[in-house]
């Protein structure tokens, strides 16, 4: 069957599932992160799109690793359609000249599965932890950590693209209405 080139392919053909779940974390319970590696990550959400260029960094080793990529939109957070192609220095510097909406943080890996996100710039006091999991009853088993505040992963204001809309008193604000 062939479709119009406006339309999306329901199967999201050349996606792989993510399942992931994100907690909101309480900066005075984390675990001590100062001496700590960690991956530096640049997110471009380029305007007009779902698109994300993102530039990593491992801060030990120096290694970049650049990337495109797009998650769809989907009903179930947790078995979300995604899309990643890996670019070279030209071609990331090429897309990184379309306007877009920037984040960074900081990755660090924390026990066997859980990375923390700690952002910078007006993101600077947001602190978020991720984990995947490739089989969807072993992601919805975890328990949430204690230095969590609380379970974010359905709340579409956490996705990075939402979080890169935000200024400094959004952060405030949509922290603060996660610990009433």
Known sequence: MLRGLDEEPVAHKYAHVERERRFLVDPARRPDLADASYILIEDRYIEGTRLRLRAMTDSVSGRVVLKIGKKYDVADVL????????????????????PARSLRKRRYPVGADFGIDL????????????IEQDDAPALTSIVSPDWAIAEVTHD???????????????VTRLIASNIE
């Open 119 to 130: 952002f910078e710039g007006a993101l600077a006091g947001l602190e978020l932890a991720e």
């Open 79 to 98: 078995s979300r359609p995604t899309v990643t192609t890996y670019l070279d220095r030209d071609e990331y510097d090429l897309l990184a000249k379309l």
């Open 156 to 170: 579409p204001r956490f996705q990075g693209g939402r979080l890169s809309l935000l200024d400094a008193a959004g």
